[in-house]
Protein backbone atom coordinates (compact mmCIF):
# COMPACT_ATOMS: atom_id res chain seq x y z
CA UNK A 1 0.00 0.00 0.00
CA UNK A 2 0.98 3.41 -0.73
CA UNK A 3 1.67 6.30 1.88
CA UNK A 4 -0.48 8.67 3.39
CA UNK A 5 -0.21 12.30 2.41
CA UNK A 6 0.82 14.19 5.16
CA UNK A 7 -2.81 16.71 6.65
CA UNK A 8 -3.09 20.12 7.16
CA UNK A 9 -3.63 21.19 11.20
CA UNK A 10 -7.29 21.70 10.05
CA UNK A 11 -7.41 18.00 9.05
CA UNK A 12 -5.56 17.12 11.71
CA UNK A 13 -7.73 18.51 14.61
CA UNK A 14 -11.09 16.52 12.09
CA UNK A 15 -9.52 13.26 12.00
CA UNK A 16 -8.65 13.49 15.71
CA UNK A 17 -12.31 14.32 16.80
CA UNK A 18 -13.11 11.33 14.21
CA UNK A 19 -11.05 8.92 15.40
CA UNK A 20 -11.73 9.19 19.49
CA UNK A 21 -15.60 9.03 18.59
CA UNK A 22 -14.47 5.86 16.81
CA UNK A 23 -12.34 4.44 19.80
CA UNK A 24 -15.51 5.37 22.03
CA UNK A 25 -17.57 3.20 20.35
CA UNK A 26 -19.90 6.45 20.20
CA UNK A 27 -22.17 7.45 17.17
CA UNK A 28 -21.95 10.97 15.85
CA UNK A 29 -22.14 12.89 12.42
CA UNK A 30 -19.28 14.86 11.35
CA UNK A 31 -19.70 17.75 8.42
CA UNK A 32 -16.32 17.98 6.66
CA UNK A 33 -16.38 20.90 4.55
CA UNK A 34 -14.01 21.90 2.23
CA UNK A 35 -13.92 22.97 -1.43
CA UNK A 36 -13.30 20.36 -4.04
CA UNK A 37 -9.56 19.06 -3.96
CA UNK A 38 -9.38 20.46 -0.62
CA UNK A 39 -7.96 17.12 0.75
CA UNK A 40 -11.24 15.46 2.02
CA UNK A 41 -10.41 12.41 0.20
CA UNK A 42 -7.43 12.22 2.06
CA UNK A 43 -8.66 12.82 5.91
CA UNK A 44 -11.57 9.96 4.82
CA UNK A 45 -8.00 7.39 3.67
CA UNK A 46 -7.10 8.25 7.41
CA UNK A 47 -10.34 7.73 9.34
CA UNK A 48 -10.69 4.53 7.45
CA UNK A 49 -7.50 3.20 8.62
CA UNK A 50 -8.16 3.90 12.01
CA UNK A 51 -11.48 2.18 11.45
CA UNK A 52 -9.76 -0.65 10.44
CA UNK A 53 -7.40 -0.39 13.07
CA UNK A 54 -9.91 -0.53 15.90
CA UNK A 55 -11.20 -3.99 13.79
CA UNK A 56 -14.23 -1.83 12.43
CA UNK A 57 -15.78 -1.97 8.64
CA UNK A 58 -16.30 1.35 6.26
CA UNK A 59 -18.95 2.59 4.10
CA UNK A 60 -17.83 4.78 1.62
CA UNK A 61 -20.83 6.61 -1.21
CA UNK A 62 -20.02 8.96 -3.69
CA UNK A 63 -22.54 10.39 -5.70
CA UNK A 64 -22.01 8.85 -8.75
CA UNK A 65 -21.26 5.36 -10.64
CA UNK A 66 -18.76 7.36 -12.71
CA UNK A 67 -16.45 8.66 -9.72
CA UNK A 68 -16.78 5.31 -7.93
CA UNK A 69 -13.53 4.25 -10.32
CA UNK A 70 -11.87 7.09 -9.64
CA UNK A 71 -12.25 6.87 -5.70
CA UNK A 72 -11.47 3.13 -5.84
CA UNK A 73 -8.40 3.44 -7.71
CA UNK A 74 -7.04 5.90 -5.02
CA UNK A 75 -8.84 3.52 -1.93
CA UNK A 76 -6.73 0.74 -3.42
CA UNK A 77 -3.32 2.27 -3.18
CA UNK A 78 -3.93 2.53 0.33
CA UNK A 79 -5.99 -0.58 1.36
CA UNK A 80 -5.75 -3.49 -1.49
CA UNK A 81 -7.76 -5.58 -1.30
CA UNK A 82 -9.93 -4.78 1.42
CA UNK A 83 -12.26 -2.42 -0.50
CA UNK A 84 -14.95 -3.78 -2.49
CA UNK A 85 -17.22 -1.85 -5.04
CA UNK A 86 -20.92 -2.19 -5.37
CA UNK A 87 -22.85 -0.33 -7.95
CA UNK A 88 -26.26 -1.13 -10.18
CA UNK A 89 -24.23 -1.20 -13.20
CA UNK A 90 -22.06 -4.23 -12.11
CA UNK A 91 -23.23 -7.65 -13.98
CA UNK A 92 -24.87 -10.31 -11.36
CA UNK A 93 -21.70 -11.89 -11.21
CA UNK A 94 -19.61 -8.97 -9.86
CA UNK A 95 -22.96 -8.12 -7.66
CA UNK A 96 -22.29 -11.72 -6.20
CA UNK A 97 -18.91 -11.60 -5.88
CA UNK A 98 -18.86 -8.76 -4.01
CA UNK A 99 -21.66 -9.51 -1.51
CA UNK A 100 -20.05 -12.61 -0.91
CA UNK A 101 -16.57 -11.01 -0.03
CA UNK A 102 -18.51 -8.93 2.17
CA UNK A 103 -20.46 -11.69 3.51
CA UNK A 104 -17.60 -13.42 4.80
CA UNK A 105 -15.84 -10.45 6.26
CA UNK A 106 -12.92 -10.44 3.24
CA UNK A 107 -14.13 -7.02 2.06
CA UNK A 108 -13.56 -4.78 5.22
CA UNK A 109 -14.20 -1.35 2.78
CA UNK A 110 -17.18 -0.92 0.80
CA UNK A 111 -17.84 2.03 -1.80
CA UNK A 112 -20.36 2.69 -4.46
CA UNK A 113 -22.90 5.15 -4.66
CA UNK A 114 -26.08 4.92 -2.65
CA UNK A 115 -27.21 1.94 -2.43
CA UNK A 116 -24.00 0.41 -1.04
CA UNK A 117 -25.55 2.00 2.55
CA UNK A 118 -27.33 -1.34 2.52
CA UNK A 119 -24.08 -3.65 1.94
CA UNK A 120 -24.20 -6.33 5.05
CA UNK A 121 -20.84 -5.27 6.93
CA UNK A 122 -20.78 -6.74 10.05
CA UNK A 123 -19.06 -4.10 13.22
CA UNK A 124 -19.76 -1.21 11.20
CA UNK A 125 -17.39 1.93 12.77
CA UNK A 126 -17.59 4.24 10.05
CA UNK A 127 -19.91 5.75 6.81
CA UNK A 128 -18.17 8.56 4.59
CA UNK A 129 -20.83 10.16 2.06
CA UNK A 130 -18.71 12.18 0.19
CA UNK A 131 -20.77 15.56 -1.85
CA UNK A 132 -23.78 14.57 0.85
CA UNK A 133 -25.57 17.70 -0.64
CA UNK A 134 -25.80 16.01 -3.87
CA UNK A 135 -29.43 15.01 -5.17
CA UNK A 136 -28.63 11.27 -6.57
CA UNK A 137 -28.43 9.91 -2.65
CA UNK A 138 -31.91 10.04 -3.37
CA UNK A 139 -33.82 6.82 -4.77
CA UNK A 140 -36.87 8.33 -6.51
CA UNK A 141 -38.27 5.14 -7.82
CA UNK A 142 -39.80 2.33 -6.06
CA UNK A 143 -38.52 1.79 -2.93
CA UNK A 144 -37.74 5.44 -2.59
CA UNK A 145 -35.36 6.48 0.23
CA UNK A 146 -32.56 9.11 1.13
CA UNK A 147 -29.46 7.45 1.51
CA UNK A 148 -28.09 10.08 4.14
CA UNK A 149 -31.33 9.10 6.19
CA UNK A 150 -30.56 5.77 6.11
CA UNK A 151 -27.15 6.38 6.83
CA UNK A 152 -27.81 8.66 9.96
CA UNK A 153 -30.23 5.79 11.55
CA UNK A 154 -27.68 3.11 10.12
CA UNK A 155 -24.71 5.13 12.36
CA UNK A 156 -27.00 5.26 15.42
CA UNK A 157 -28.18 2.15 15.35
CA UNK A 158 -24.62 0.37 15.03
CA UNK A 159 -22.35 3.02 16.69
CA UNK A 160 -20.75 4.48 14.06
CA UNK A 161 -19.72 7.83 12.93
CA UNK A 162 -21.20 9.62 10.13
CA UNK A 163 -18.88 11.44 7.87
CA UNK A 164 -20.74 13.85 5.31
CA UNK A 165 -18.42 15.66 2.79
CA UNK A 166 -19.22 18.80 1.51
CA UNK A 167 -18.03 21.86 -0.92
CA UNK A 168 -21.55 22.86 -0.32
CA UNK A 169 -23.37 21.69 2.75
Known amino acids: TVSDHKLTPDQEDSLKQIVETLKAHSSRTYLLHGVTASGKTEVYVHAI ?6 RRTAICLVPEIAL ?12 GEEIVVVHSH ?15 GEAKI ?7 IFAPLENL ?14 QEESPRYHAVQVARWRAESEKAILVLGSATP
Do not use: H
Request: with cysteine.
Open 110 to 116: VLGPRSA
Open 125 to 138: GLIIIDEEQEDTYK
Open 68 to 79: TVQVRNYFRKRF
Open 90 to 104: MTPRERFNSWTRIRK
Open 49 to 54: RACLEE
